[in-house]
């Protein structure tokens, strides 16, 4: 296994950043026009705070919370935990699937927010309409008999 992996390191080259797929752009560009961007938090330098879709506090309070360290129990902690994530766009995310994949939504969709990072191909990213509604399309009259 460290034979093939030492292998491929060879043949591949060695990478600093995770290469971003069109499908995360995609996920990341749906992200970054559902939240509400009042809700982001800037905190110093590259690092902001973005709540979680089950967030149950704000990302300020989230902060107070985090300087002054409460917790009581690890039930408080784990509500805690799970409210806000901390992000710096295009580096690194603290969401479990930035944790382990070193790239995620929050990170790539909070670059796009920010200007920073700029889709690969913009055609995927435009709606092709509205789909048709429910129900019985309507007959078309004819010019003629109105």
């Known amino acids: ?9 060879l043949l591949n ?5 995770p290469t971003i797929s069109t499908d995360l752009e995609l996920i990341s560009l749906k ?8 809700n982001i938090l800037h905190w110093f330098d590259k690092w902001y705070i973005v709540p979680t879709s089950q967030s149950f506090i704000t990302p300020a309070i989230w902060l ?25 766009p295009m580096n690194s995310c603290t969401c479990p699937n930035g944790m382990k994949h070193y790239i995620c939504k ?3 969709g909070l670059a796009m927010l920010l200007n920073v990072y ?4 913009k ?6 309409g509205k ?16």
């Not at 992200?31 to 009042?38: C, G």
């Not at 919370?65 to 039930?75: A, E, L």
């Not at 700029?118 to 191909?121: L, P």
């Open 106 to 108: 929050h990170s790539v």
């Open 118 to 121: 700029q889709m690969a191909d």
């Open 123 to 128: 055609t995927r990213s435009e709606l092709l």
């Open 131 to 146: 789909r048709r509604g429910k129900g019985r399309s309507k007959k078309v009259r004819s010019a003629l008999l109105h």
């Open 31 to 38: 992200w970054s026009n559902d939240i509400n961007k009042l």
């Open 1 to 9: 296994m460290l034979n093939d992996w030492s292998n491929n390191a």
């Open 13 to 17: 080259g060695f990478k600093a950043k």
């Open 64 to 88: 107070q919370i985090y300087q002054i360290q409460p917790w009581k129990s690890f039930d408080e902690y784990v509500i805690w935990l799970k409210s806000c994530y901390i992000v710096a």
